[in-house]
Nanobody, 119 residues
Framework: QVQFVESGGGLVQPGGSLRLSCAASGSISSIYTLGNMGWYRQAPGNQRELVASVSSLSSTKNYASSVKGRFTISRDNAKNTVSLQMNSLKPEDTAVYYC?????????WGHGTHVTVSS
């Protein structure tokens, strides 16, 4: 069983930046074995959506059109961490952000980290 713990959220003004981190723990030696990793978000009243994903060796990265050019996903297989650098934040980026495998493991959702973009 693998669990994910997200951190780094907060309140930021429009145009600002945040860096989210995700630590994996449990019965794994390396997140490399999990394959693709992703960052998801869920805004109030909306379904959870995948915003960014990265392949096991970081050779491929994909982004939702709404964040492309502003967000950058990265992973460190040795440290079992996945990060999301978010720049030029907009109010519509406000959501709870989660990390998980891509596709997601339903039993591995963490509590997420809240991001609020507001002036």
């Amino acid at each position: 069983q693998v669990q994910f713990v997200e951190s780094g959220g907060g309140l930021v003004q429009p145009g600002g930046s945040l860096r989210l981190s995700c630590a994996a723990s449990g019965s794994i030696s390396s997140i490399y074995t999990l394959g693709n990793m992703g960052w998801y978000r869920q805004a109030p009243g909306n379904q959870r959506e995948l915003v960014a994903s990265v392949s096991s060796l970081s050779s491929t990265k994909n982004y939702a059109s709404s964040v492309k050019g502003r967000f950058t996903i990265s992973r460190d297989n040795a440290k079992n961490t996945v990060s999301l650098q978010m720049n030029s934040l907009k109010p519509e980026d406000t959501a709870v952000y989660y990390c998980n495998t891509d596709p997601a493991r339903t039993t591995s959702w963490g509590h997420g980290t809240h991001v609020t973009v507001s002036s």
